[in-house]
């Protein structure tokens, strides 16, 4: 079965500095991949999703992802961070036409 | 951007009773899920439903659970009876498309707690 395995449960991050959340898939085939944020009281939003293509994936909010089927990663990056992105990041993998499977997600705090 | 609401946002009921979620997805989509994230652990896929059925289910959708969206009103999951390890928060979800590429709209979630 496939999983997803975010292994960095906090990051503490001054706002300016870059960013990097890594994520982990298992799956023996290319499978669809996702990074969602889900900021205070609110519902999970896309950041952005993966097809296979172009393994650089850009997203919103000056978010990318590269995807490396070599290494089963889909790691998210940002540049320079805002305090508004003080929130939990969820990377999740569809493999079949239904439900996603999630890592346990990072939860991002960003310091001035 | 559009939005998926839940009603209630918590809800505390006792062992043994009935409990039904409510989620109001997106008003043009098509397909519909529910997840379920225990504290400290990863979401997961409960079911989707999609014209009046359920298309795929997990182990985790017990017996006791079932879906329904009665004439495009709210997306209900009902738990009957409710069990302990019931307690955790669910993720409602809406798209528009189906396959693994479908982007999925999530509301915020109920917090049930079943003491």
């Known amino acids: 079965a496939q999983s997803v395995t975010q292994p960095d449960a906090r990051v503490t991050v001054s706002e300016g500095a870059s960013l990097q959340l890594r994520c982990k898939y298992s799956y023996f085939g290319t499978p669809y991949l996702f990074w969602y944020v889900q900021y205070p009281r609110q519902g999970l939003q896309l950041l952005l999703k993966?097809?296979?293509?172009?393994?650089v994936v850009q997203g919103v909010n000056g978010f990318e992802a590269e995807f490396s089927k070599s290494n089963s990663s889909f790691h998210l990056r940002k540049a320079s961070v805002h305090w508004s992105d003080w929130a939990v990041y969820f990377c999740?993998?569809?493999?079949?036409?239904?439900?996603?499977?999630f890592g346990l997600g990072t939860r991002v705090s960003v310091f001035p | 951007g559009p939005k998926v609401l839940q009603i209630p946002s918590h809800q505390i009921i006792d062992m043994g009773q009935m409990v039904t979620l409510n989620c109001d997805p997106v008003s043009n989509h098509l397909y519909f899920y529910w997840y379920k994230q225990i504290l400290g652990q990863q979401m997961e896929f409960l079911v989707n439903?999609?014209?009046?059925?359920?298309?795929?289910k997990s182990k985790l959708f017990k017996d006791q659970f079932s879906v329904e969206r009665p004439d495009g009103s709210y997306f209900t999951l009902k738990i009957q009876p409710t069990a302990l390890e019931d307690s955790a928060v669910y993720f409602c979800?809406?798209?528009?498309?189906?396959?693994?590429?479908?982007?999925?709209?999530f509301g915020p979630g109920t917090r049930l707690t079943v003491l």
């Open positions: 979800a809406s798209s528009l498309l189906t396959g693994g590429y479908a982007e999925q709209f």
């Open positions: 439903f999609y014209n009046g059925k359920v298309m795929e």
């Open positions: 993966y097809y296979p293509g172009d393994p």
């Open positions: 999740a993998v569809s493999i079949r036409a239904q439900g996603l499977t």
